[in-house]
C-alpha cells in the first residue's frame, strides 16, 4: 500500500492567490482528517470527514479555507485568497472507522506551504 | 472540555538511559489513547494506544506506554534510549463528536544524546 499520498509536497505562491492541496487516502479507509502544523499552534484539526460527509469544520480558521471529498479516494483543501499567515505543513490523514474510535491515523507526508 | 496536556516542551536523555514522555488527559466517558511519533519532514506515524484491558501497552520501536487511569496519565516510556530515538512526540485522544476526532497534545521534541 503506497499509503496516504498527498500533493504537492511544496508550494510557494504569492499572497492574494488560489492553493489547492490533495489528497488521496488509503484504500478502504472511510475517514479523513486534514491538519495544519506551525511552530507556533502546533498539530490543529482542520476538518475531518466520515464516508465523504464533513462531521466537524470547526477548526477550519475561516471562510478563506474549504475542504471538499467528492469520493472515497480523494479530497482538497483550499485556500482562497492566501495570505502569508497560512504559511504552515498541511497533512492529511486516513483511519478506518469500523469498530468506532479505536483505529489509529495514517499520515502523509505533509505540503510544506509559503504565502510570500 | 475534554483535552491532552503534555507538560514537557523538551526531554532530554543520555543514550541507554530510560526514558518517560508525560501525557495527562481530561476526557469524558472511556479514554482512546494514543501515541505517535514525528520526525524531521514527515508526517506522525502510530506508535501504540490503548483502547481498554491491560494498563501496561506495548508499541512499536520497543515503546511502552502505562495507563493509569486515577492519576489521568498515560505516559511513554523506552528501557533503553536510541539516539534514532530523537524525535518530536505527541499524546493523543479520540473523543466523541458525533464522529469520532483525535485530540492531540503540544508534542515533547526528545533527545537522546550519544
Known amino acids: 500500500d503506497a499509503g496516504v499520498i498527498q500533493s504537492p509536497r511544496h508550494e510557494v505562491t504569492e499572497m492574494g492567490q488560489e492553493v489547492t492541496l490533495r489528497c488521496k487516502p488509503i484504500?478502504?479507509?472511510?475517514?479523513l482528517f486534514w491538519y495544519r502544523q506551525t511552530m507556533m499552534r502546533g498539530l490543529e484539526l482542520l476538518i475531518y470527514?466520515?464516508?465523504?460527509?464533513?462531521?466537524?469544520d470547526s477548526g477550519m480558521p475561516e471562510d478563506r479555507f474549504s475542504a471538499k471529498m467528492p469520493n472515497a479516494s480523494f479530497s482538497t483543501l483550499k485556500i482562497q485568497p492566501s495570505e502569508p499567515r497560512d504559511s504552515a505543513v498541511y497533512f492529511c490523514?486516513?483511519?478506518?472507522?469500523?469498530?468506532?474510535?479505536?483505529?489509529?491515523?495514517?499520515f502523509g507526508p505533509g505540503t510544506r506551504l509559503t504565502v510570500l | 472540555a475534554q483535552s491532552v496536556a503534555q507538560p514537557e516542551d523538551q526531554v532530554n536523555v543520555a543514550e541507554g538511559n530510560p526514558l518517560t514522555v508525560k501525557c495527562t488527559y481530561s476526557?469524558?466517558?472511556?479514554?482512546?489513547l494514543f501515541w505517535y511519533v514525528q520526525y524531521p519532514n514527515r508526517g506522525l506515524q502510530f506508535l501504540l494506544k490503548y483502547i481498554t484491558g491491560d494498563n501496561l501497552v506495548k508499541g512499536s520501536y520497543g515503546f511502552e506506554a502505562e495507563f493509569n487511569k486515577s492519576q489521568t496519565s498515560f505516559h511513554l516510556k523506552k528501557p533503553s534510549a536510541l539516539v534514532s530515538d530523537s524525535a518530536l512526540y505527541f499524546c493523543?485522544?479520540?473523543?466523541?463528536?458525533?464522529?469520532?476526532?483525535?485530540?492531540f497534545g503540544a508534542g515533547t521534541r526528545l533527545f537522546v544524546k550519544a
Open positions: 493523543a485522544v479520540r473523543v466523541n463528536t458525533g464522529g469520532f476526532k483525535t485530540i
Open positions: 476526557v469524558s466517558g472511556n479514554p482512546y
Open positions: 490523514a486516513s483511519s478506518s472507522i469500523a469498530g468506532g474510535p479505536v483505529n489509529e491515523q495514517f
Open positions: 484504500s478502504g479507509h472511510n475517514s
Open positions: 470527514f466520515n464516508n465523504n460527509v464533513p462531521i466537524d
